[in-house]
């Protein structure tokens, strides 16, 4: 998400990290260091070897907040027990698994796939910008395929098969009878029954041919919804048709306050005054989403989101629109962000970290298993819920994808050395922002971090990462697996997919069918007073969510766009 400098906390503050895109990578303006426990790095300006602190690209309302002593303070005493760098460890990888030999002609100075010879990330267009670089028409990068046989499959995930985990009993996790168990809780039964009485009640006041909604008929496709759940619980049976007025059914609900803000919109804590319901509503500029190109985007996300429904990824209720905006009713959940937390806490522990991530994997499995990329994961879009799980959320970049997909898309701390290169991606990039997650969770700051976006990008080719003192070995040794550049050997991208990131040994003690039950709580419940309190989010500027309705003569220039909204 995209945020706008409104929040008022201090030094934690999201805003400060770049944001979420569609890449134009150029458009991203340097921004101030917002890690709080890590070095500081040095700021560098295009077109200047300047790499003084204290030039004008640190001098900004962030450094107040994180004061450049304190942060290099930190950087003299920390130890630094190793430092990796995955050219080395490709190549030792590649000794030992022979199936994944890549000619080292496919890698460049940086030690890292090969880009064009002629390729700096400072080389400038005709209007002396920087831009990023492309692969080279006459020399494609070899790719090996995904298939593995049995003998040749990469060692990690043989050698670090779950100790309590038989990975046959769900090697088909979609349809293993294990996974098929979860259904819908009691309360989400409730949840549900509430939302159709909503939605009927909506549609009987606001149309005269709502009559067509009889309550009957309304309980039994809400009984034939709940069979439908009980035998394919990965369905959203929450998302209910459009309303036949959406202003009828904005006025169903009362504003409380704005709880997230980003590039095209907000997101709102919104109460319905019938029921004291509370719900989060994302609520969108159509006149902003055209504009900056996010049509596809945004229609994805609602199709996406409106398909599916997993204990770890937020529900949507339901997507309508009004003349002017489109609106996403959400879930609320109201324990705040993952990053609110980190932020908090500098750091996780080791098991909270694991805890997290392996919510995550489970929900990346299931996405993938549909051929959904998600290319978003970073902890201001995990949310946690009453009970400490993890709910994902903003399916913004979310796409169905076959094999690869071109659109540069995502926060530039967690994007994937193929999606910089341009060199089409897909579901790989997932696993990748994982292991950059996990490292983020444990040290507190990404591993490939500046103050400048171009640096960034450099660093993730460069592919160098510096682990602190007392890393847990294992968490080193998948995040390695996970950061692995070239995404044909990349952890979670080979031909066991997530599986093989659930059999690594730092995922041992996780329990993964009890994980997918919400059986425990998470390690962390926050301080949640009343259903409908927002205490865990940041404050923001407010505005109203619904506009005054436009003159009778408005024709809504942006209708084609979402036709299918
Ligand atoms: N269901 C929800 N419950 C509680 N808070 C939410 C919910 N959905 C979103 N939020 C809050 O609003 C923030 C913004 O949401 P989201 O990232 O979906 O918006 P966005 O406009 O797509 O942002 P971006 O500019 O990154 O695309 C989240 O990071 C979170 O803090």
């Known amino acids: 998400m995209g945020h706008n400098n409104n929040s008022n906390n201090s030094n934690n503050n999201r805003s400060n990290r770049n944001q979420t895109a569609w890449i134009s990578p150029l458009s991203s303006p340097p921004q101030g260091n917002v890690y709080t426990n890590i070095p500081n790095s040095t700021t560098y300006t295009f077109g200047s070897n300047n790499s003084n602190p204290n030039n004008s690209n640190n001098n900004n309302s962030n450094n107040k907040h994180s004061p450049l002593t304190s942060a290099t303070d930190r950087l003299t005493k920390m130890d630094i027990e190793e430092k990796w760098d995955n050219k080395t460890y490709e190549k030792d990888e590649r000794e030992k698994s022979p199936v994944f030999h890549i000619s080292t002609s496919n890698f460049n100075s940086f030690g890292n796939l090969k880009v064009p010879g002629s390729f700096s990330?400072?080389?400038?267009?005709?209007?002396?910008?920087?831009?990023?670089?492309?692969?080279?028409?006459?020399?494609?990068?070899?790719?090996?395929?995904?298939?593995?046989?049995?003998?040749?499959?990469p060692h990690v995930s043989l050698l670090h098969a779950h100790s309590t985990y038989q990975p046959s009993n769900v090697k088909e996790h979609i349809t293993s009878p294990i996974y098929e168990q979860h259904q819908l809780s009691t309360k989400e039964i409730e949840h549900q029954k509430k939302l159709q009485e909503q939605h009927t009640?909506?549609?009987?006041?606001?149309?005269?041919?709502?009559?067509?909604?009889?309550?009957?008929?309304?309980?039994?496709?809400?009984?034939?919804?709940?069979?439908?759940?009980?035998?394919?619980?990965?369905v959203n049976t929450f998302f209910l048709p459009p309303p036949q007025n959406a202003r009828e059914r904005l006025k169903e609900f009362k504003q409380i306050r704005v709880i997230g803000t980003g590039t095209f919109g907000k997101v709102y804590l919104i109460q319905n005054t019938k029921d004291g319901s509370f719900y989060a509503m994302k609520c969108l500029s159509k006149a902003y989403v055209v504009q900056l190109k996010q049509v596809e985007h945004l229609n994805s996300e609602k199709s996406i989101l409106s398909s599916i429904h997993h204990p770890f990824i937020v529900n949507l209720y339901q997507a309508f629109q009004d003349e002017k905006k489109l609106y996403l009713l959400f879930e609320y959940v109201a324990g705040g962000e993952v990053f609110t937390h980190l932020r908090k806490s500098m750091k996780f522990s080791n098991s909270t970290a694991k805890f997290y991530a392996a919510e995550i994997v489970l929900a990346l499995e299931f996405l993938h298993k549909q051929n959904i990329v998600y290319r978003d994961l970073k902890p201001e879009n995990l949310l946690i819920d009453n009970e400490g799980h993890i709910k994902i959320t903003d399916f913004g970049f979310a796409k169905r994808v076959e094999?690869?997909?071109?659109?540069?898309?995502?926060?530039?701390?967690?994007?994937?050395?193929?999606?910089?290169?341009?060199?089409?991606?897909?579901?790989?990039?997932?696993?990748?922002?994982?292991?950059?997650?996990?490292?983020?969770?444990?040290?507190?700051?990404?591993?490939?971090?500046?103050?400048?976006?171009?640096?960034?990008?450099?660093?993730?080719?460069?592919?160098?990462?510096?682990?602190?003192?007392?890393?847990?070995?294992?968490?080193?040794?998948?995040?390695?697996?996970?950061?692995?550049?070239?995404?044909?050997r990349r952890l979670g991208a080979l031909r066991d997919g997530a599986q093989d990131v659930k059999n690594h040994r730092w995922f041992s003690d996780i329990n993964w069918e009890r994980l997918y039950q919400r059986k425990d709580p998470?390690?962390?419940?926050?301080?949640?007073?009343?259903?409908?309190?927002?205490?865990?989010?940041?404050?923001?500027?407010?505005?109203?969510?619904?506009?005054?309705?436009?003159?009778?003569?408005?024709?809504?220039?942006?209708?084609?766009?979402?036709?299918?909204?």
Not at 203 to 231: E, G, N, R, V, W
């Open 121 to 153: 990330l400072f080389n400038k267009d005709e209007n002396n910008k920087p831009h990023l670089p492309t692969i080279p028409q006459d020399q494609p990068l070899k790719e090996q395929p995904e298939q593995t046989t049995s003998n040749n499959k």
């Open 201 to 234: 009640s909506s549609a009987t006041t606001s149309t005269t041919t709502s009559s067509a909604t009889s309550p009957t008929k309304s309980q039994q496709s809400l009984q034939q919804a709940q069979q439908q759940q009980a035998q394919q619980p990965r």
């Open 403 to 488: 094999d690869r997909t071109f659109t540069l898309c995502g926060t530039p701390e967690y994007l994937a050395p193929e999606i910089i290169q341009s060199r089409g991606h897909g579901k790989a990039v997932d696993w990748w922002a994982l292991g950059i997650l996990i490292f983020e969770m444990l040290a507190g700051y990404p591993p490939f971090y500046d103050d400048d976006t171009f640096a960034i990008y450099n660093k993730i080719l460069a592919g160098r990462i510096t682990f602190p003192l007392g890393f847990d070995v294992d968490a080193k040794d998948l995040i390695k697996r996970l950061l692995t550049a070239d995404r044909t």
């Open 522 to 565: 998470g390690p962390f419940i926050p301080s949640i007073k009343h259903e409908g309190d927002s205490s865990n989010f940041e404050l923001y500027e407010e505005e109203n969510m619904v506009d005054d309705p436009p003159s009778p003569n408005y024709v809504d220039p942006y209708a084609n766009f979402f036709k299918d909204f």
